[in-house]
T-cell receptor, first 111, second 115 residues
Framework: KNEVEQSPQNLTAQEGEFITINCSYS?????LHWLQQHPGGGIVSLFM???GKKKHGRLIATINIQEKHSSLHITASHPRDSAVYIC?????????????FGKGTKLSVKP | KAGVTQTPRYLIKTRGQQVTLSCSPI?????VSWYQQTPGQGLQFLFE???????NKGNFPGRFSGRQFSNSRSEMNVSTLELGDSALYLC??????????????FGQGTRLTVV
């Protein structure tokens, strides 16, 4: 079983829809990251959070430490949101903070 | 402020050869981490450097190595290339060590194809 699980793997939405991507993890963490990867390959860091909720424009990220679960929400989705969204956690313990990644969620927003 | 710069962007090598990839972090950042991304395994941590010292290493064979220079630029080297080394190699920089504990800024990656 992977230490970081994301769902769904693939998601197709119509422009304007509200989107939720989920991430569950099984290790103790010091932080959780949401990343966005466009087809060109480069990765953009969207959020880093260790508790509660963060909002940036149409993006909202939440985390529940007790349940080891995080969600990324996109409100009023747009075709330019089409990308792969990756959840990554910074592990406690001997790993000294390197990232463990989920497999990613491929989002396609149709106009 | 310039972002993280990786060179080259694309590379084709033959099995058995070696390759060196370069990463220039954001100005002022002293931590550089390297990752391998393949369709089958996804993103995997390779190693992290801070102030010219390797702080942590992922579960990769010794053919994968790296170093960091005094100006924080980092290189990674893969020797005796195998077909399975074909991947997108990404680096990330952060101001503090322990890339997962602080916001990380990623480069565009180097796509390596081994034939």
């Amino acid at each position: 079983k992977n230490e970081v699980e994301q769902s769904p793997q693939n998601l197709t939405a119509q422009e304007g829809e509200f989107i939720t991507i989920n991430c569950s993890y099984s290790v103790g963490i010091s932080a959780l990251h949401w990343l966005q990867q466009h087809p060109g390959g480069g990765i953009v860091s969207l959020f880093m959070l260790s508790s509660g909720k963060k909002k940036h424009g149409r993006l909202i990220a939440t985390i529940n430490i007790q349940e080891k679960h995080s969600s990324l929400h996109i409100t009023a989705s747009h075709p330019r949101d089409s990308a792969v969204y990756i959840c990554a956690v910074s592990n406690y313990g001997g790993s000294q903070g390197n990232l463990i990644f989920g497999k990613g969620t491929k989002l396609s927003v149709k106009p | 402020k310039a972002g993280v710069t990786q060179t080259p962007r694309y590379l084709i090598k033959t099995r058995g050869q070696q390759v060196t990839l370069s990463c220039s972090p954001i100005s002022g950042h002293r931590s550089v981490s390297w990752y391998q991304q393949t369709p089958g395994q996804g993103l995997q941590f390779l190693f992290e450097y801070f102030s010219e010292t390797q702080r942590n290493k992922g579960n990769f064979p010794g053919r994968f190595s790296g170093r960091q220079f005094s100006n924080s630029r980092s290189e990674m080297n893969v020797s005796t290339l195998e077909l399975g080394d074909s991947a997108l190699y990404l680096c990330a920089s952060s101001a503090l060590p322990g890339v997962g504990k602080t916001e990380a800024f990623f480069g565009q990656g180097t796509r390596l194809t081994v034939v």
